[in-house]
């Protein structure tokens, strides 16, 4: 057969999807998101889904929002794209990063800007080491973070996720990592003093853990989180990337415990997702060492970092934030969400459901259900998207995490179906 002779292209499919088992996903139908309009999305043959996802936890201001779009139209035709890097700015960046900096819960905030939460990890936790050395202690490099914490995959991000099943696989990962328990302040203290406070350049810990399956932390663990860094001279780093811009009642999730980090990574909610941006908010203290003496350039960044576009992207989504009030909506919500989802509590398959921090939710099966009937997350999901709602399958839960103009009806229209999906799944096993 020549080279040259046309193929088939439909079959097998040629988009590679990521997360995912290309295996299954090659021949079958892909599921195809068309339309979106506040928090209904519809497939390509007109069939309507209640996003219950905001995607990936991104769409805080619910999809087709033409303001969005209309104040990227405008920024495309005046500036395009321009970096920002050496002494370049745009008008777009420089407004955003004040804007984000007179919300941070950071002293003297800086605001470094990048495509995405991975990207944006990676910026810190390489930010943090350079501290060290550039203080002159080399040596600090050990990043610790938390079993469940998710903090993308890029290099760092790779290093530092608390799950094994996103690490293996890819030789030897960035050393001077560690894990610690998620639910104990005592474990961090102990882990630093393992390692040697000397060694330890940085925690990374997100405010609600999102992606490892929604655990929310004990009352006084950010506290206590915060005194320990404190003691030791460990930097504090918060991954606010699901947790902010208004999905936990605020600008970046951890102000609900009144602790002040080191810095804040952003991404997701900042744009709702209209535009890929992220960032890193920085102290004063981190900054200061590369802003007031010569000789210290922070050598690291992108192509699109600043990205005028997404950064205009970002500017009207958070006019919405503030003009809708979405950071006191989502608070009741959350107090609303949390209610209908704990109606579940009673099924056979559910062992757990964790929620009531955020608009953000873990619906957890049985061991019995997962372990002995063969039952999986995934055949829940399944049964959920085909009567109408779109949720997210982890190993042992389902996760919810709406846009935050859902109303109360919709909430109980996905909890509702959600509880359908399990009672069919159920009955398909016999249980
Ligand atoms: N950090 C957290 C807490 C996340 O949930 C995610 C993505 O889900 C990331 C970082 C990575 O962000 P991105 O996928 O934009 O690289």
Not at 78 to 104: I, K, W
Not at 250 to 275: C, H, T
Not at 282 to 292: I, K, L, T, Y
Request: glycine share 10%; net charge negative; charged share 20%.
């Amino acid at each position: 057969s020549s080279a040259l002779a046309p193929r088939d292209h439909r079959e097998p499919n040629r988009l590679w999807h990521t997360f995912c088992d290309m295996n299954a996903v090659a021949r079958g139908p892909e599921f195809v998101v068309a339309r979106g309009e506040g928090v209904w999305l519809w497939d390509e043959s007109g069939d309507r889904y209640l996003d219950g996802t905001a995607s990936l936890w991104y769409c805080n201001v619910g999809h087709g929002r033409r303001e969005i779009a209309d104040a990227v139209y405008r920024q495309m035709t005046t500036l395009d794209a321009y970096t920002v890097y050496g002494d370049f700015s745009n008008a777009p960046a420089r407004d955003l990063s004040e804007r984000l900096a007179s919300h941070a819960p950071v002293v003297d905030p800086r605001v470094i800007l990048t495509c995405g939460g991975g990207e944006s990890i990676d910026t810190a936790a390489k930010l943090a080491r350079r501290y060290w050395a550039v203080l002159g202690r080399p040596e600090r490099t050990h990043l610790i973070s938390r079993t469940g914490g998710y903090h993308g995959l890029n290099g760092f991000g790779t290093s530092i996720i608390g799950m094994e099943r996103f690490r293996t696989g890819y030789g030897r990962l960035i050393e001077d990592t560690s894990v610690v328990a998620h639910d104990s302040a005592a474990a961090l203290e102990a882990e630093i003093l393992r390692v040697g406070p000397e060694r330890v350049a940085a925690f990374f810990a997100e405010p609600v853990i999102g992606a490892g399956g929604v655990f929310l932390p004990e009352d006084d663990y950010f506290t206590e989180v915060a005194r320990i860094c404190d003691k030791y001279g460990v930097l504090f780093v918060v991954d606010s990337v699901i947790c902010g811009f208004a999905r936990m009642g605020n600008w970046f999730g951890i102000e609900r415990f009144g602790v002040s980090p080191d810095m804040i990574v952003f991404a997701k909610g900042v744009s709702s997702g209209y535009l890929p941006l992220g960032g890193v908010v920085v102290s004063g203290r981190v900054a200061d060492p590369f802003w007031n003496e010569a000789g210290n350039p922070f050598m690291h960044g992108t192509t699109y970092a600043g990205h005028p576009a997404g950064c205009a992207a970002a500017m009207a989504n958070l006019d919405i934030l503030e003009r809708e009030d979405l950071f006191t909506v989502s608070l009741e919500v959350e107090r609303h969400l949390d209610a209908a989802l704990r109606t579940l509590s009673g099924h056979p398959l559910v062992a757990e459901v964790r929620s009531g921090m955020g608009v953000m939710g873990a619906v957890e099966l049985t061991g019995e259900a997962l372990d002995d009937l063969g039952i999986t997350t995934a055949e829940v999901f399944a049964e959920a998207r085909a009567r109408g709602v779109i949720l997210r399958p982890v190993p042992r839960a389902l996760l919810v995490s709406p846009p935050l103009i859902i109303t109360w009806e919709q909430i109980d229209h996905l909890v509702s179906t959600l509880a359908g999906a399990l009672d069919a799944v159920a009955a398909r096993h016999g249980a």
